[in-house]
């Protein structure tokens, strides 16, 4: 809420005082009791308990959009419902529960701030169960279908448009071996937006670094990153879902129906919001970032969720993974679902999946455990990782093969090193350097600073080359953690023509019905309050009007009047009026 | 049962995964066994496969679907893959669809329980050609001597037959089993040979009758066709895969029948008797001069009244003879394998025509029973010789596997393994002539191959298994069939490239029951094209569910 309840008594202009308080309160008060009165707890909650069920609706809503909305917002909100809406307001606008700025009708809706406490707690006992709940154990998402596709990636070789879209071939490869347990094209681009899919001339290649973090930090933060992804969009909703339930539980209608005002409150534009929530809803069941209750009503965090947002810490429990896995004496890995993700990404360097599904099958061959060697696996160390994961003792014939294979290959090794190239450099330098080529000396990198001091000392500059940057940079997860709760005030409206009770001022209507107002008026010998500009400066003032004639000059409309404030006789241009008053029928 | 113990995980694709060390192993398995088709035992997780025909095969056994859907859940570790529930129900819903029942005056009626199926089936051409009559919408006449053939053009379409007709009983003969047999052992049935004869029989009633049995080898599946031969004391014709075999049929029926040798027919290349009980081989039945000439023996299946037809090694029924097995199908027939996977893949003609399993038992359950010899197989890595590894990489592809399978030092190791073993009975078995002749000399054993005539071949035999000779050289001649019971030592010094049926015979030589664990050896040349065979034999044993041991000899062990 941005404005105070001082502030908004003080936005009335002081000769609506007397007026508002006679329609709001039945006798006319001064500015500071009208205050008083409208703070008045009691009366507030005398009023709350009496209202309409559906100008409660009206309320709540208006709360829960933060006691302030446009009109247009509330009006798109209620949008096959706006004379509900209006008819709803006007009634909360004559308890003094809920004010508009302006005169036109189409500015800021802004509920009595003292009110904010009070329905603070209806909404909060509200959301109160009765009794236990029981919590459905719902499917959680993981990242294992994602280290199943970056391990098909890694044997399939696979090869790409520029964009890192595969050819049909590719599709058709991992859909085929996928495609019965997973969304495969959604896995693949998500493991393209978190860059652990890349493209490397032409080629489909798994980025180690990025795809070492998703597998370390794990399903939680695969989770979290979805749910916060399925937030993009609309500003802040992910901190809006947090903030609303927490460590609670809410109720699913009423999670819904706060998602909804906030999807149009910030997206007015936004076609079916009813539908996205739904949906939204749905998803982080899905994923198990949301939990519900057996019956369905009742929702909450999951509470690994809750703290990860709130601390910015993702810890999985060790036992959510299985730690072994069967190797069989036929070479195959039997790989469940549940098994450790870092592990699993690992079998991948070296064993060929063969088949994904609950329990997927990989085999150790030949080329996969070439595949490992160039990715820097020894022997030992693929013999140990076999020992450490598998739940048995690794068959004989499996450990021979392999050794028989790493064996078998023959190795040509590609070097680093660091060169330094001095022309005519002989003399110069130290004689035990290792000339390689003319005028090229192999040095080592612990002794590279000694020789640049020394060359500096007889003068001659080391140009040296930039330092390498690491290629393999870590996963980007996008927005960090904890969530922080937004504590910008936001911009605070201004009123230049102060604030009413809604329904009390009302813009005049355009066209004929204009002059009819008047001529009702007249025909009926009763008075009007308007809003009328003063002469010169454009400020507004108020005048009760006796109107007697209506005239048409120049093309314009006029009002002939007897003004009850001045006891004269006045004309009023009836396009200048900038609205009326509405008295509060009888 | 806590999740995480129970033994099964059901897979997307119908595969069933069993994990052996798993305390409610055997009950899982009992329970997947009838609808699920075992693939593969490894030592830990055993695959299973439920397909159409697996379930039309419990289904016939008069297994509910519900029943299925149950055990899967019992034993499963995680939920259920909603599609294979689905596939199932879809199986089972097929089965029974369509029922043949006896007609008058020689036809058959084909019942069909829904009038969508009846439009389904009926608008297909081929079916169309059999329809005699039909009751719209209900059931229609076909012929009776298109049963086969109408069967098998249903299972085509994906639509198994419920075949009620029953059979013809066959000339009555008297058939029955010694309780010592003549060569003085105490004969009887095993338990689960009783269990298999009576599966197969079912009562006489026309649910029975016509099936396959699944034993591993060397777990008597001779002795299951002799009982259903008693059962069904009627003439019987038996079709086996080589001449050995039929030996060892006869053999076998004289020892532990009352048959006589005059009651029982050899039809073979060397004789052509047809007696009450006629054994005769599928080479002999597809015989014929030239291509288009016709099968000259394939009469044989008619030539009496039989009232059973065996077929031994139904895995490798060879196309003609299934042909002939669909103008057949008023007669009892009876498969007889050690597995149901055929290289192929003519399994939904298997089931047509011979019939659905009726039976099965994992061979591990009987190793552990001590009805099959438990076995270790080794692969022993030799180098190359100096001179010949040159030869080896400057050959192409072809010649290159006959190098290394011929490798001289495969002699040495041969020789060594011997010793080894000394007194007990080994084999040794080869593909190429030349090398085992060589073997055979060092050896100073006795050589059997395609050129060796029967009766020496017997006589062979009947000194290896007397003890006379302890090592017997053979060439693939010896893979199938033959009786070898006192082999414990088998060693593969070459053979054919990884075939999966070489193997399973080969090693089947050492799988008859005896005390000592018997020991597979197969010799092979590191760092070859003999090498990359020898791995997918390894794989293949290893699905098996054999240990397999890998052995290198180096230089230093060769000299």
């Not at chain 2, 496969?49 to 297994?63: E, V």
């Not at chain 2, 001779?222 to 086996?240: E, F, H, P, R, S």
Request: with cysteine; charged share 25%; proline share 4%.
């Amino acid at each position: 809420m941005k404005i105070s309840t001082n502030e908004l008594i003080a936005s009335l202009p002081a000769y609506m005082v007397d007026l508002i308080s006679s329609q709001i309160l039945g006798e006319s008060v001064s500015a500071k009791r009208l205050a008083e009165s409208l703070c008045d707890t009691n009366r507030l909650r005398r009023l709350l308990d009496n209202l309409k069920p559906e100008d409660k609706a009206i309320l709540i809503d208006l709360y829960e959009l933060g006691g302030e909305v446009n009109w247009s917002v509330f009006a798109g909100i209620y949008q096959h419902e706006v004379d509900v809406l209006k008819t709803g307001l006007t009634r909360l606008g004559e308890s003094g529960l809920v004010f508009q700025g302006g005169f036109t009708g189409r500015e800021v809706i802004i509920m009595l701030p003292s009110l904010f406490s009070i329905i603070n707690g209806i909404v909060a006992a509200n959301n109160l169960p009765d009794g236990d709940l029981v919590w459905q154990k719902g499917h959680r998402a993981d990242i294992h279908k994602h280290i199943l596709m970056m391990n098909v990636i890694r044997s399939g070789r696979l090869r790409c448009r520029s964009g890192t879209e595969p050819y049909k071939k590719g599709w058709s490869l991992l859909g085929g071996l996928l495609g019965l347990i997973a969304d495969v094209p959604r896995i693949y681009w998500e493991l393209v937006e978190l860059g652990c899919i890349e493209e490397e001339n032409n080629m489909l290649v798994i980025n180690s670094g990025c795809a070492m973090g998703l597998a370390l930090d794990g399903d939680l933060r695969y989770r979290i990153w979805r749910f916060i992804e399925s937030c993009k969009g609309v500003t802040g909703l992910e901190t809006e879902v947090f903030t609303l339930i927490g460590d609670g539980v809410i109720l699913r209608k009423w999670l819904s129906r706060v998602l909804f005002l906030y999807l149009k409150q910030h997206c007015p534009r936004l076609l079916d919001a009813d539908a996205k929530v739904s949906d939204l809803i749905s998803l982080w069941l899905d994923l198990g970032i949301l939990e519900e209750d057996t019956k369905g009503e009742w929702i909450r965090f999951g509470k690994d969720t809750c703290t990860a947002l709130r601390t910015g810490k993702v810890e999985i429990p060790l036992e959510e993974y299985q730690e072994e896995i069967i190797i069989q004496p036929t070479m195959e890995i039997l790989v469940p679902m549940d098994f450790d993700p870092v592990d699993h990404l690992n079998i991948g360097e070296i064993a060929d999946i063969e088949k994904a599904d609950t329990v997927s099958i990989y085999r150790i061959t030949k080329a996969s455990v070439l595949r490992g060697l160039k990715n820097g696996w020894a022997l030992g160390k693929i013999r140990n990782f076999l020992d450490r994961i598998s739940k048995h003792t690794v068959a004989d014939n499996v450990a021979k093969t392999i050794k028989g294979w790493v064996e078998a290959f023959r190795h040509a090794y590609i070097i680093k090193g660091t060169f330094l190239v001095i022309k005519g450099g002989k003399g110069r330098i130290s004689g035990e350097l290792e000339e390689v080529l003319p005028d090229i000396y192999r040095i080592s990198d612990k002794r590279k600073d000694d020789i640049i001091t020394s060359l500096d000392k007889k003068g001659i500059m080391v140009n040296t080359p930039d330092a390498s940057f690491d290629t393999e940079a870590g996963i980007d997860w996008g927005k960090s953690l904890p969530l922080r709760l937004s504590v910008q005030p936001g911009e605070k409206y201004v009123y230049p023509d102060g604030i009413y009770p809604y329904g009390m001022v009302i813009s005049l209507p355009y066209g004929a019905e204009r002059t009819e107002i008047f001529q009702q008026a007249i025909d009926a010998g009763s008075q009007l309050i308007i809003f009328y500009p003063k002469k010169g400066y454009g400020e507004i003032q108020m005048k009760r009007i006796a109107p007697v004639y209506i005239y048409r000059q120049a093309g314009n409309f006029f009002v002939e009047a007897f003004c009850e404030d001045t006891g004269e006789g006045e004309v009023f241009d009836i396009n200048k009026i900038k609205a009326m008053f509405r008295y509060k029928p009888s | 049962m806590d999740n995480a113990d129970k033994p099964i995980i059901v897979q997307s694709d119908g595969s069933i995964l069993l994990e052996v060390q798993t305390p409610a192993y055997e009950q899982a398995r009992d329970a997947i066994l009838p609808f699920a088709e075992l693939i593969k035992s490894p030592e830990y997780v055993h695959t299973y496969r439920i397909t159409p025909l697996s379930i039309w095969n419990a289904a016939s056994t008069g297994m509910k679907c519900d029943e299925i859907i149950e055990h899967l859940e019992r034993y499963s570790r995680y939920d259920l893959p909603p599609g294979v529930v689905y596939r199932i129900k879809d199986a089972f819903g097929r089965f029974g669809a369509i029922r043949l029942t006896k007609g008058d005056n020689n036809t058959l009626v084909v019942e069909v329980n829904s009038p969508h199926l009846f439009d389904e089936i009926t608008s297909n051409s081929r079916i169309k050609a059999f329809i005699l009559k039909s009751d719209p919408r209900k059931r229609f006449v076909i012929p009776a001597d298109v049963r086969g053939r109408f069967k098998h053009t249903l299972i085509k379409i994906g639509y198994p037959v419920d075949d009620l007709v029953g059979y013809e009983p066959g000339e009555a003969l008297s058939f029955y089993l010694r309780d010592v047999a003549i060569s003085g052992k105490i004969f009887g049935l095993r338990q689960y040979q009783t269990e298999a004869v009576e599966q197969f029989w079912a009562g006489g009633g026309p649910r029975g009758g016509q099936g396959i049995i699944v034993l591993p080898c060397g777990a008597g599946k001779t002795i299951v066709g002799m009982g259903v031969m008693a059962k069904a004391q009627t003439y019987t014709l038996i079709l086996c895969t080589n001449v050995a075999a039929v030996h060892q049929w006869i053999s076998e029926l004289i020892d532990k029948t009352f048959l006589t040798r005059e009651d029982i027919g050899e039809y073979t290349g060397i004789k052509k008797e047809i007696r009450p009980v006629t054994i005769t081989t599928y080479q002999i039945l597809t015989y014929r001069k030239s291509k288009n000439a016709p099968f000259e023996h394939m009469n044989l299946m008619r030539a009496k009244d039989w009232g059973l037809i065996m077929y031994d090694e139904v895995h490798v029924l060879p196309a003609p003879v299934f042909r002939a097995t669909t103008e057949i199908q008023a007669k009892r027939r009876m498969g007889l394998t050690a597995t149901l996977i055929r290289e192929d893949g003519l399994e939904g003609d298997t089931f047509s025509l011979i019939g659905p399993k009726c039976y099965d038992v994992p061979w591990k359950e009987l190793e552990q029973k001590g009805f099959i010899a438990e076995a270790i197989c080794y692969e022993i890595r030799l180098p190359f010789p100096q001179g010949k590894k040159i030869e080896y990489d400057n050959a192409t592809d072809r010649v290159r596997f006959r190098v290394a399978a011929e490798n001289p030092y495969k002699d040495i190791v041969v020789k060594k393994i011997i010793e080894d073993h000394h007194g007990e009975p080994i084999l040794v078995i080869g593909q190429y002539i030349n090398q085992l002749k060589r073997i055979a000399s060092l050896l100073k054993a006795p050589l059997i191959t395609g050129s060796t005539t029967n009766y020496k071949r017997d006589k062979l035999y009947q000194s290896f298994r007397q003890g006379d000779i302890p090592v017997l050289v053979v060439s693939k001649v010896a893979n199938f069939a033959i009786d070898l019971p006192d082999a414990s030592v088998a060693i593969q010094v070459s053979g054919t490239f990884g075939s999966r049926q070489e193997e399973a015979q080969r090693l089947g030589r050492i799988l008859r029951p005896k005390k000592r664990i018997s020991k597979f050896y197969s010799v092979v040349t590191a760092h070859s094209s003999e090498e990359i065979f020898a791995h997918k034999r390894q794989i293949f044993l290893a699905e098996q569910g054999y240990k397999y041991m890998i052995e290198d000899w180096a230089y230093e062990n060769l000299h």
